[in-house]
């Protein structure tokens, strides 16, 4: 069937081929949880040693057994690299242990360093000092926490490992106290800190290879499921019922080719187009009110129930015919609960209200293009948005997987500042 989409026809395919409507490249940005978003780097001590590159590993076995039992391994640090050498430290950790002025009375600011020149000699001493290849390592010892500076040094004198000179170079760093949750925090630590290693877990929100797994599915037709949403928005805001804001629901298939099951423009101004625009319109059938809307209806006719019709508050069936398209040929699942196994892609992030129901509905994942910080409930970031992130809390009885759909060509624009909600 053949729709016109401004100046240029589309062909419909509920199953997206190639062929299908238009679309711009893009990729998909994993959303964060609350979790992520806000947890600031927390920051412990550690004691670090310089020893020997050649008898290394028999030194670390030997302060290992030196330890009291109870703290012969770094439990809490086993996202750090136990041994670090000196060109792969960031230049802080540099002047910190090779150069002779008291650098951990010193403020780590860059506004400090500028103000300060010994820091400015102190950073020249660290990148001459390590700008060779030396015959050493440092030895990430054990937690501040765990044994005091002076404990640690008389283990080493008064034990010393073979290797390890008579007065050993101990000293105490600053290093990230939680495992980081991206290879990209990771990198960041190390820069800063440490050498961090990303053991791709994610204490704050859903595994990371749940999340690889389920955006290695969805990217080959993202672009063109959105690209459908896009159309059924401005099929409603050309039709005046709505504004341009779209919803597609997608059944992705255990055995066979995802195929698209509902779509569904913005009616909030009424079939007519006769609704208030200085209102908030009809709250019921925004986009996502609508789609789940029209899932519903779907059950409903499957399993033969007749009720009475609520057309009239929800817009719960096709208005403009791009919906009618989709709806007439796309199949549900019979016997399936709410929105349960189904996808849904918006051409905006749902407001709060919307959010909510894409939760209550059970769908398993949500792609939005448009980040709506003044309404939105799903990212979770304060600077801009609310910071709800709706899709990932402990507190909630369901969760799903969220992600952004970002356009390639618009991926620069500024993020909105409407009040609308979505």
Same mark, same amino acid.
């Given at each position: ?300 006719? &499957? =399993? $033969?129930?007749?009720?009475? *019709? ?7 069936? #096709? @208005? %403009? ?78 969760? &799903? =997987? $969220?992600?952004?759909?970002? *356009? ?7 993020? #909105? @500042? %409407?009040?609308?909600?979505?």
């Amino acid at each position: 069937m053949l729709l016109q989409s401004g100046p240029q026809e589309i062909d419909v395919d509920l199953h997206c081929s190639s062929t299908a409507i238009p679309h711009a490249a893009g990729h998909l940005v994993a959303l964060r949880t609350r979790a992520e978003a806000h947890v600031e780097v927390e920051v412990t001590h550690a004691h670090v040693v310089q020893v020997a590159q050649k008898s290394a590993n028999t030194l670390l076995r030997a302060i290992e057994d030196a330890l009291p039992q109870s703290t012969n391994t770094t439990v809490t640090l086993q996202h750090l690299r136990r041994f670090a050498k000196p060109s792969s430290l960031p230049i802080l950790a540099q002047r910190r242990l090779e150069c002779p002025l008291d650098h951990e009375s010193r403020s780590d600011h860059s506004a400090d360093h500028e103000a300060d020149p010994h820091i400015h000699r102190s950073t020249d001493c660290a990148r001459d000092h390590f700008a060779t290849e030396t015959p050493f390592l440092y030895l990430l010892i054990c937690a501040a926490t765990t044994l005091s500076h002076e404990q640690v040094l008389d283990i080493l004198i008064s034990r010393p490992p073979k290797g390890l000179d008579s007065s050993p170079r101990l000293h105490t760093i600053p290093v990230p106290a939680q495992a980081p949750t991206s290879e990209e925090q990771a990198l960041q630590w190390s820069r800063e800190y440490w050498p961090t290693v990303y053991k791709k877990h994610n204490p704050y929100g859903p595994h990371p290879s749940l999340v690889s797994r389920a955006e290695e599915a969805l990217r080959p037709l993202a672009a063109e499921w959105m690209a459908l949403a896009k159309k059924v928005g401005w099929e409603a805001s050309e039709s005046s019922i709505g504004e341009c804001i779209g919803a597609v629901v997608v059944d992705p298939g255990a055995d066979e080719a995802p195929v698209a099951v509902v779509a569904a423009g913005d009616a909030r101004w009424g079939k007519t187009g006769s609704g208030s625009h200085q209102s908030s319109g009809n709250v019921m059938t925004h986009a996502v009110m609508r789609a789940i809307g029209m899932v519903a209806r779907k059950r409903r006719e &499957l =399993l $033969a129930i007749h009720e009475e *019709d609520l057309r009239n508050a929800f817009l719960d069936y #096709p @208005t %403009t015919p791009m919906e009618e398209t989709v709806f007439s040929q796309g199949v549900v699942t019979a016997g399936g609960y709410l929105c349960t196994e189904l996808e849904i892609f918006l051409t905006h992030e749902p407001c709060v209200m919307c959010s909510m129901a894409i939760l209550h509905s059970r769908f398993s994942r949500v792609v939005f293009a448009t980040r709506m910080p003044r309404t939105g409930g799903l990212a979770a970031e304060t600077r801009p948005g609310l910071g709800y992130g709706l899709w990932w809390l402990p507190e909630l009885n369901w969760k &799903l =997987l $969220a992600w952004q759909w970002v *356009d390639e060509e618009l991926q620069d624009d500024p993020i #909105p @500042t %409407t009040d609308i909600q979505a």
